[in-house]
């Protein structure tokens, strides 16, 4: 089943903060997120893992809370490069060493100057 | 490191027209392969992955098809294409993460 993440959109002003929800209404193993630019292919960002970890990545961080199923990426100091759109995907079940995601419907990102 | 290709870009054909998207990695031995489907404006969907050679694991009933031929070439197939099969088709390979290549925008008419 497809995780749901929220907002669909927002916009922001470049320096403003933003955060992105996905949550999942089964148990989840790991939570990955990426950002898609128009027209181009999504980006990785990060993969968080069951544990309840926080990952960062410059001023954009995640977290990973398993037991309420859910993960949210933070963008702080927003910059016009982080426009697009942001899909969490999220793996249930870890079968082997194949990652099946099941992705969100994505959050529409704009960041104005 | 590692680099993921797909040809071609850009597609157009008609419907019945048979199919055929080809990707390859390079710099990495028995990756994990995967195709994907994105509808305008919409998510990813999975549609097939593959551990190995000859090893393809189907996720959703439709008239597409993959081989694995080689360790780094995935190809997607279809016999007859539908206005439905319209989409941007993303192969993605993996270790741990999933890292996505460039993608192969098909337009049915």
């Known amino acids: 089943q497809q995780p749901v993440q929220s907002p669909q959109a927002v916009i922001l002003r470049e320096g403003e903060d933003a955060v992105i929800n996905c949550s999942s209404s089964?148990?989840?193993?790991?939570v990955h997120w990426y950002r898609q630019k128009h027209g181009e292919a999504p980006v990785f960002l990060m993969i968080?893992?069951?544990?309840?970890e926080q990952k960062g990545h410059e001023k954009i961080s995640a977290s990973f809370n398993e037991k309420k199923q859910q993960s949210s990426l933070y963008l702080t100091a927003s910059q016009l490069s982080y426009s697009g759109t942001y899909f969490c995907?999220?793996?249930?079940?870890?079968?082997?060493?194949?990652?099946?995601?099941?992705f969100g419907s994505g959050t529409q990102l704009t960041v104005l100057p | 490191s590692q680099t993921i290709h797909q040809w071609p870009a850009t597609l157009v054909q008609p419907v019945g027209s048979p199919l055929s998207l080809e990707c390859t990695v390079e710099g990495t031995s028995n990756p994990n392969l995967y195709w994907y489907r994105q509808a305008a404006g919409r998510g990813l969907q999975l549609l097939f992955y593959s551990v190995g050679i000859g090893q393809i694991s189907s996720e959703v009933p439709q008239n597409l098809s993959a081989s694995r031929p080689q360790d780094r070439q995935f190809i997607l197939s279809s016999k007859k294409l539908l206005l439905s099969d319209s989409g941007f088709y993303l192969c993605?390979?993996?270790?741990?993460?999933?890292?996505f290549g460039p993608g192969t925008r098909l337009t049915v008419t």
């Open positions: 089964k148990a989840l193993y790991s």
């Open positions: 968080l893992l069951k544990g309840g």
């Open positions: 995907g999220t793996e249930t079940v870890p079968r082997g060493s194949a990652r099946q995601l099941t």
């Open positions: 993605a390979w993996s270790v741990h993460e999933q890292y």
